[in-house]
């Protein structure tokens, strides 16, 4: 049931998020509106999407910070309707998806955070026994391990977000769309993710510069 849950909540934010990618296709490209709704609506598909795989504690951080988010976006799109934007039918059925959304997450939140039980495993008892050197040593090899893993976890974070973004759009898709959905990650890193995936054959490519727009290959 949970993981059902899962799947049906990433799937109507998923729905959600590319009928307001084809709304605001219409606002103009230099519109800050634009982009700050687009920025929000990733936010909030990517926290959303990762709900599954993280620990409890950030299970419920991210949560609350999908219904914060989720509240700014809705005076967002309040604002691009005033400014007429967008159309009021467009305002209303964005708002009325959103605020579903959040009845869905607050009606299942129990389902969503369950509680475990912890279980503690007993020291060995030959644990005095070990050296002060083989502790320094281990965790000197546990710490390159982990900085390790965690750049490799990261890059894979950016690479799953990269297509995320080119997957809900069936053209192509600016650079600053791209960079503009990556809070926490610098301009150059995105940038340098992008000229990966396309040695890697991922991805497609058009223009120069300011104006490079980028799309998945599909052969």
């Known amino acids: 049931m949970v993981l059902k849950n899962f799947k049906d909540l990433t799937d109507k934010c998923r729905k959600i998020t590319e009928a307001l990618y084809r709304v605001t296709d219409l606002m103009p490209e230099q519109e800050p509106l634009k982009w700050s709704l687009r920025e929000r609506a990733m936010g909030i598909f990517s926290k959303i999407t990762e709900l599954k795989d993280i620990p409890i504690y950030k299970k419920a951080r991210n949560l609350e910070e999908i219904i914060h988010s989720t509240s700014g976006i809705l005076n967002f799109l309040e604002l691009a309707s005033?400014?007429?934007?967008?159309?009021?039918?467009?305002?209303?059925?964005?708002?009325?998806?959103?605020?579903?959304?959040?009845?869905?997450?607050?009606?299942?939140?129990?389902?969503?955070l369950p509680t475990e039980p912890v279980l503690i495993q007993p020291l060995p008892s030959n644990i005095n026994s070990l050296t002060q050197a083989n502790d320094k040593g281990h965790n000197r090899q546990n710490n390159k391990i982990s900085a390790k893993e965690m750049s490799v976890k990261d890059d894979i974070d950016r690479k799953s977000k990269i297509i995320a973004i080119l997957n809900n759009n069936k053209d192509w898709v600016s650079i600053k769309d791209i960079i503009f959905a990556f809070k926490d990650v610098g301009p150059k890193t995105v940038q340098r993710e992008l000229s990966a995936m396309i040695s890697e054959g991922l991805l497609k490519t058009i223009g120069e510069k300011r104006w490079r727009k980028y799309a998945l290959k599909t052969n």
């Open 82 to 112: 005033a400014a007429s934007f967008i159309s009021q039918l467009n305002f209303e059925v964005l708002k009325r998806e959103y605020l579903a959304l959040v009845n869905f997450i607050e009606d299942r939140k129990e389902e969503f």
